[in-house]
């Protein structure tokens, strides 16, 4: 008669399991086989070190979490402010911006398209610092600007994402800059 062993795979010969065992230990170890077999291993330990094995498998063994809709390059298409009931174009085709998230950070660029030498002379600007998406509310926390006036505020918006587009609507205030305005950017993904 085969001896058998439950385990949470059904019922193994024990001899199926000892190989399986031995096996897991070789991979971990690098020794071959037959030289296994000549050791002659204590079944306790192998039982160990099979119960060590499956532990650090499950516990090693974390799900990745979903990756945000929000994470990748974005170019501006199109911007409007809305102040005193008035809304007009923040547009600017002269010149290009690009925001960059990953997984918890966030930058912004903005520059002249124009040809030219001098950076500074063109306006560059940009920012960045950490950010947060729950549901639809996408919040940024400013660390960094070029503006240092604009720096550890926080701007939160309605985000919306429609195949390669990202809206994001929201308010930019700043009591001592005087700002207060209601901002739509629109923008169309760079990369996947």
């Known amino acids: 008669m085969i001896e058998t062993v439950q385990t949470d795979l059904g019922c193994l010969p024990r001899r199926a399991l ?3 065992q031995l096996e897991a230990f070789y991979y971990l170890t690098g020794l071959s086989l037959p030289t ?42 199109a911007a409007t402010s809305t ?11 002269s010149r290009k911006m690009i ?12 520059h002249s398209i124009k040809a030219g030498n001098d950076s500074a002379a063109a306006g560059f600007s940009a920012g960045g610092g950490t950010y947060t998406v729950v549901d639809s509310t996408y919040t940024e926390h400013l660390e960094y600007f070029t503006d ?10 309605v985000v919306t994402i429609r195949n390669d587009t990202l809206v994001q609507k929201g308010v930019e205030r700043i009591e001592k800059l005087g700002i207060d305005r209601v901002i739509t950017e629109t923008y169309r993904r760079v990369n996947q």
Do not use: Y
């Open 99 to 110: 925001k960059i998230l990953n997984a918890t950070h966030f930058a912004f660029l903005n």
């Open 83 to 93: 102040e005193n009931d008035s809304t007009f174009s923040t547009f600017d085709p």
């Open 148 to 157: 240092k006036n604009w720096e550890n505020h926080q701007f939160q918006f």
């Open 18 to 20: 000892a190989h399986c």
């Open 36 to 77: 296994l077999g000549r050791l002659r291993l204590n079944p306790m330990i192998l039982k160990a070190f099979s119960a060590l094995l499956l532990a650090s498998t499950l516990l090693g063994c974390k799900p990745k979490p979903a990756e945000s809709p929000v994470v990748g390059t974005w170019e501006l298409i």
